[in-house]
């Protein structure tokens, strides 16, 4: 069965520094999106991709975050200069197409954490 | 601005018994209504969905959901636990008219399975 993949699985950065995390979501799908999960907390929304271009983006989501999708397959979100709270696990997402209600498929996370 | 409410952070219940996990939403218009789960280590799971028609939806490993529009709830049910349910169960809504369809989350619930 198609799943999102995820890598790294765990990434461990110094404050200052960028970070990329990827992706690669199911291969007919065209919605993309990022989540995070600081702990404890809620799973958030951070970005909607579709069309090559973000769809909607959460305040969260502010100058320091950018995505991209590369080379058709890949999906990836950049953090270029990490803070301590960017701590969390992320989630990448995807969903298959336009049509309203489609579940979004979730991968397994990377769990970043900003020392 | 969508928000989704579950009772209960935590719940404990003995293997056999029933399991209920509440979710409220707020929105004003009924939207798309998700429960995800998420077992340790691993991302987040479909278990079920309700989009349009019948308001009982049923899942995998033997969940189901009841959509009321009047109480604006969706709670999740299995007639009975197995230790396999331990888990982390998330309520989800989308806005059934944006298409981007960002999910907006619940907080979780933790389900303790007791032999």
């Known amino acids: 069965e198609p799943e999102v993949t995820q890598t790294p699985s765990h990434q461990v950065t110094q404050m200052g520094q960028e970070v990329i995390l990827r992706c690669v979501p199911i291969s007919n799908h065209l919605y993309f999106y990022w989540y995070r999960q600081i702990l404890g907390q809620k799973v958030e929304f951070l970005v909607s991709f579709y069309n090559n271009e973000i769809s909607e983006k959460s305040e969260i989501f502010d100058d320091q975050f950018s995505v991209e999708r590369p080379d058709g397959s890949n999906f990836t979100l950049k953090i270029r200069s990490t803070k301590l709270e960017d701590s969390a696990m992320y989630f990448c997402a995807s969903r298959v197409g336009l049509a309203e209600g489609y579940e979004q498929y979730f991968g397994p996370g990377t769990r970043l954490t900003v020392t | 601005a969508q928000s989704v409410t579950q009772l209960g952070s935590h719940v404990s219940v003995s293997e056999g018994a029933l399991v209920l996990l509440r979710c409220n939403y707020s929105?004003?218009?009924?939207?798309?209504l998700f429960w995800y789960v998420q077992y340790p280590n691993q991302g987040l799971q479909l278990l079920l969905k309700?989009?349009?028609?019948?308001?009982l939806v049923k899942g995998i490993n033997g969940f189901e959901a009841e959509f009321k529009k009047s109480e604006t709830s969706f709670h999740l049910t299995k007639p009975s636990a197995h230790m396999s349910d331990a888990a982390e169960y998330f309520c989800a809504v989308s806005d059934r008219r944006a298409a981007g369809n960002k999910l907006t989350f619940g907080g979780g619930t933790r389900v303790l399975v007791k032999p």
């Open positions: 309700y989009t349009t028609g019948a308001t």
């Open positions: 929105s004003s218009v009924p939207p798309y």
